[in-house]
């Protein structure tokens, strides 16, 4: 489900969860699967084409879901799964952290806080575990994401409702905005 969420939304991968499992229900049946038979189950996925066949090849690689790798170095290997992926998978797995999941949601709220500067999603996790205990890594990613998602949108953010407002560079940068 990481690599078809992939510049997607959680409520649409979430919905088609179920039957794709259903049909689908180890690396074992998956690699058995052409990449076209995929398709039904995952079509309102952006770009579905190349995650059906990504995910098909990744399956044969791996094969049973014993082997699935455990280590960043090793996840990145596979189509599709780039750091951020092979970071929701460890934390996933509850294996101790080897990155911070940077996902666009953690890219926009991470410099507007001031903890992390540029735009650049390799750069900002570099940054990140430089400030933040290794401990902390997987927490860290997930709450930045969701305080992205709900509360630190793109546009029109929620700062009056933010509990990281007052040490908050964006929301110290717009406070006439917001002083009355």
């Known amino acids: 489900m990481v690599v078809l969420s992939a510049r997607d939304s959680d409520r649409n991968i979430n919905a088609l969860a179920p039957a794709f499992f259903e049909k689908f229900s180890s690396m074992r049946e998956l690699a058995k699967a052409r990449p076209a038979q995929l398709y039904p189950f995952i079509r309102i996925v952006t ?9 098909t090849e990744t399956a044969k690689r791996i ?40 996902d666009i949601h953690t890219a926009r709220v991470a410099p507007r806080l001031g903890i992390a ?19 902390s890594w ?9 305080l992205g998602r709900e509360i630190c949108r793109p546009t029109n953010p929620k700062c009056l409702e933010c509990v990281l407002n007052q040490s908050c560079r964006y929301y110290e940068s717009q406070n006439q905005r917001y002083s009355v």
Not at 47 to 55: G, H, P, S, T, V
Request: a positive charge; proline letters at 6%; aromatic letters at 6%.
């Open 47 to 55: 770009n579905f084409r190349n995650k059906a066949k990504w995910l």
């Open 138 to 146: 997987h927490a860290l990613g997930m709450s930045l994401t969701y």
């Open 117 to 135: 500067n540029g735009i650049n999603p390799e750069k900002i996790e570099k940054q990140l575990m430089a400030e933040v205990k290794k401990k």
């Open 63 to 102: 094969r049973f879901d014993k082997n699935i790798p455990r280590t960043l170095d090793q996840l990145i290997q596979y189509p599709g799964i780039g750091r951020k992926s092979a970071n929701v998978i460890i934390c996933q797995l509850n294996l101790p952290p080897e990155g911070v999941i940077v």
